[in-house]
């Protein structure tokens, strides 16, 4: 069991893994030396180090073609980054026509060259990752680090850059579609057999991807790397909004929907809310797999009420379950 709060908001190398559960925080450490070390969580402020603010100047200068845009730092396999999913997805329903999402890579694993509070091999990551699943609600099995560990988070990530290039809604789903299979299916797609077979199933050109791969989109990536040192960026995720003004709001970590929100409308206070069908056909058209904690999300449905809202249109053949040790997945059947 979870006894404190914790975040696993994962971080930029060297300071790479600072994404353990803080379960105990010793009496003797004084709060500057928790917020001054960037391995140790702030249970206050829910993140592993805090981003210098001097990065929101350089933000400001971006222009955006809605009023709102969003520059989100993610990677791959940040367990943080799959925990916001939810919040994500339903600002994206109920704002969209006021914000744009501009997704960039923040290289969270190199390879396993070092030893950063207190991981030092995949196998350190298995635990924590069900650790998470359960304080985020999100289905998560810790045991690909045990089984079919990955040597790192840059193929994927760079990947995703080669997505970009042949359509950035695609490359949205990509990333989607990659996350299920290292979170949920324990796939290691740091594999280009596992990255191209996600590439497939979101419709993207698979051989001019890896063109791009091995090609435009390794510098691709390495310009988001140096986009994240500028901005200060050391821990995903992290969210800047920025409005055509210069003035800007940023969310660090994982956080309920209402903070997501309320960055935006402090830019944006004329923004309105979009009223999306919350039918559960309407929900799995527009996203095509869903869990429980994003079904009660979006559909404002209790969360003690989805496991069986969702099994039921399982057993009516509507959706198909994939189940793992730490929750589901739901998923649409689409006919031929």
């Given at each position: 069991m979870i006894k404190s709060k914790l975040l696993c908001t994962l971080f930029l190398f060297p300071s790479l893994y600072s994404c353990m559960a803080q379960t105990n925080i010793n009496n003797n450490m004084t709060t500057d030396s928790v917020k001054n070390n960037p391995l140790i969580c702030d249970p206050v402020e829910g993140i592993c180090g805090i981003p210098d603010n001097t990065s929101l100047q350089k933000i400001s200068t971006q222009k955006a073609k809605k009023p709102v845009k969003l520059i989100y730092f993610t990677d791959p396999i940040c367990s943080s980054c799959w925990g916001i999913e939810p919040?994500?997805?339903?600002?994206?329903?109920?704002?969209?026509?006021?914000?744009?999402?501009?997704?960039?890579?923040?290289?969270?694993?190199?390879?396993?060259?070092?030893?950063?509070?207190?991981?030092?091999?995949?196998?350190?990551?298995?635990?924590?990752?069900?650790?998470?699943?359960?304080?985020?609600?999100?289905?998560?099995?810790?045991?690909?680090?045990?089984?079919?560990?990955?040597?790192?988070?840059?193929?994927?990530?760079?990947?995703?850059?080669?997505?970009?290039?042949?359509?950035?809604?695609?490359?949205?789903?990509?990333?989607?579609e990659m996350r299920e299979m290292v979170f949920l299916q324990k796939k290691n797609i740091s594999k280009w057999e596992q990255i191209s077979m996600a590439a497939e199933k979101t419709g993207l050109d698979v051989n001019k991807l890896k063109t791009d791969f091995e090609g435009q989109a390794k510098n691709l990536f390495e310009e988001d790397l140096k986009l994240a040192r500028a901005y200060n960026v050391r821990g995903f995720p992290t969210l800047f909004f920025l409005n055509g003004e210069g003035k800007t709001e940023v969310v660090y970590g994982s956080k309920p929907y209402t903070l997501y929100?309320?960055?935006?409308?402090?830019?944006?206070?004329?923004?309105?809310?979009?009223?999306?069908?919350?039918?559960?056909?309407?929900?799995?058209?527009?996203?095509?797999?869903?869990?429980?904690?994003?079904?009660?999300?979006?559909?404002?449905?209790p969360r003690v009420k989805c496991e069986n809202v969702l099994d039921e249109l399982v057993v009516k053949g509507y959706l198909k379950k994939h189940t793992t040790k730490n929750g589901s997945i739901w998923t649409l059947i689409t006919s031929n």
């Open positions: 919040q994500l997805r339903k600002l994206k329903l109920e704002y969209g026509n006021h914000i744009e999402v501009d997704y960039h890579m923040g290289g969270l694993l190199p390879d396993w060259s070092y030893n950063s509070g207190g991981i030092s091999k995949p196998s350190d990551v298995a635990h924590h990752w069900d650790e998470v699943s359960i304080y985020y609600d999100m289905p998560i099995d810790g045991d690909v680090w045990l089984e079919d560990p990955l040597y790192s988070s840059y193929p994927p990530s760079i990947a995703f850059k080669a997505a970009q290039l042949q359509s950035n809604e695609k490359a949205i789903l990509f990333m989607r929100e309320n960055s935006l409308l402090k830019l944006f206070p004329q923004a309105e809310k979009s009223v999306y069908n919350q039918d559960w056909k309407a929900l799995f058209t527009n996203y095509h797999s869903l869990t429980a904690k994003e079904f009660s999300e979006l559909s404002n449905t």
